[in-house]
């Protein structure tokens, strides 16, 4: 190949995945709506993600696997946690574990009933967001204790070391299913 036939390959190529690309770009701006549901936009949404923002959740958590990883992906929570549950540990996160046992605490954002409320429904409908089968390994989540679903000071059941492990792995606090799953 020369030289003039190496350019003009190259500007082609370049022409044909540009044309690819803008085509695809605007595909993807049409369907925007039907893929976010933005039907299901409600003003408790758009106050919830105000409510979001405002406090900063997303300097710890993550969305769509955007913000920090310091704190659980909330992409699906709401698929996983009922409003009952969310509504418990948002009112006072420090209930639900300890930081002297887990070594890290949630801050208590110290929300409304009404904040409270939009910021689930913000989460209700990123939820509902068509995303690709993103995050690629969703929480499988197989709790949602309230604090006091199992007392600890019970006891253990069983000397066995699997049976004690799963024994905590259950208890609340610290409450390691809530989020975590086997």
């Known amino acids: ?9 190259f500007v082609g190529a370049t022409g044909v995945f540009g044309a690819v ?15 976010t549901h933005a039907e299901a936009i409600t003003e408790d949404v758009l106050a919830g993600k105000e409510v979001w923002h405002r406090k900063n959740c997303v300097n ?3 969305l769509m696997g955007e ?4 704190a659980p992906d909330l992409t699906e929570i709401t698929l996983h946690r009922g409003s009952a ?7 006072e996160p420090g ?3 300890s930081e002297a046992e887990d070594g890290r605490l949630m801050t208590n954002p110290e929300l409304s009933d009404e904040e409270i409320r ?3 429904a913000f989460m209700d409908w990123i939820a ?19 604090p006091g679903a199992y007392d600890r000071a019970a006891g253990p059941a069983s000397d066995d070391p699997v049976e004690l492990g799963e024994q905590v792995f259950r208890s609340t606090p610290p409450g390691c299913f809530t989020c975590h799953s086997t």
């Open 1 to 9: 190949m020369t030289k003039r036939q190496a350019a003009w390959f």
């Open 21 to 35: 690309f803008a085509g695809l770009t605007i595909h993807s701006h049409t369907r925007f709506g039907e893929l």
């Open 60 to 62: 710890c958590h993550t």
């Open 67 to 70: 913000g920090a990883y310091y």
């Open 85 to 91: 549950y969310l509504t418990q540990f948002l009112r």
């Open 95 to 97: 209930r639900f574990y």
């Open 118 to 120: 939009q910021v689930i």
């Open 128 to 146: 509902g967001i068509e995303k690709f089968d993103w995050p690629p390994r969703p929480i499988l989540v197989s709790g949602g204790a309230v």
